[in-house]
């Protein structure tokens, strides 16, 4: 009964401390955590696709080489999206720099991760159209108007970069 009790407190302190760190995330980033979180999840979606993708095609072509799980690509994918969060945190950076001197001239703006969002959103975009491409490389019908819709939400947020 007294080790239920310390699993228990055990685990509403690590409850506690997850929660106050994920609303200390959510008061400093505001909406970007959520659009962070989404992208965390589709650049995982995204490379486990990836690898079912080379295993379909390794399925449909069986003596070539080229196709399969290849660690070299695998590896390469994933210090590509490492590379993601390098881009999104100097955009945050910047976000935090146009913030900081605003308000030393005495500009008020409510916008607190401009930058940061859009490379975010447009790196989200990203991996949505990677998942539907790696879908059909495994044999899924994918409708042709998901794929076009998301590549011009992309389009229209790379205009609205220039």
């Not at 929660?19 to 008061?27: E, M, Q």
């Not at 069986?62 to 100097?90: H, M, Q, T």
């Not at 990677?130 to 229209?156: C, F, H, T």
Request: aromatic residues 8%; neutral net charge.
């Amino acid at each position: 009964m007294e080790n239920m009790s310390v699993v228990k407190a055990v685990t509403m302190a690590i409850t506690g401390i997850l929660s106050g760190i994920a609303a200390w995330l959510f008061t400093r980033m505001g909406v970007l955590l959520y659009v962070m979180l989404a992208l965390a999840v589709a650049m995982a979606i995204d490379y486990a696709t990836g690898m079912l993708a080379g295993k379909s095609e390794a399925i449909d072509h069986p003596d070539n080489p080229e196709y399969g799980w290849n660690s070299r690509k695998g590896a390469k994918g994933i210090i590509k999206k490492v590379g993601y969060l390098c881009v999104i945190a100097v955009a945050m950076m910047v976000d935090y720099i146009i913030l900081c001197v605003s308000s030393e001239i005495g500009v008020e703006t409510e916008l607190k991760a401009f930058f940061g969002i859009m490379v975010t959103v447009w790196y989200l975009l990203n991996e949505a159209l990677s998942i539907i491409e790696n879908a059909g490389r495994m044999g899924a019908p994918v409708p042709d108007w998901l794929r076009q819709y998301i590549a011009v939400l992309k389009n229209r947020i790379e205009q609205k970069e220039q």
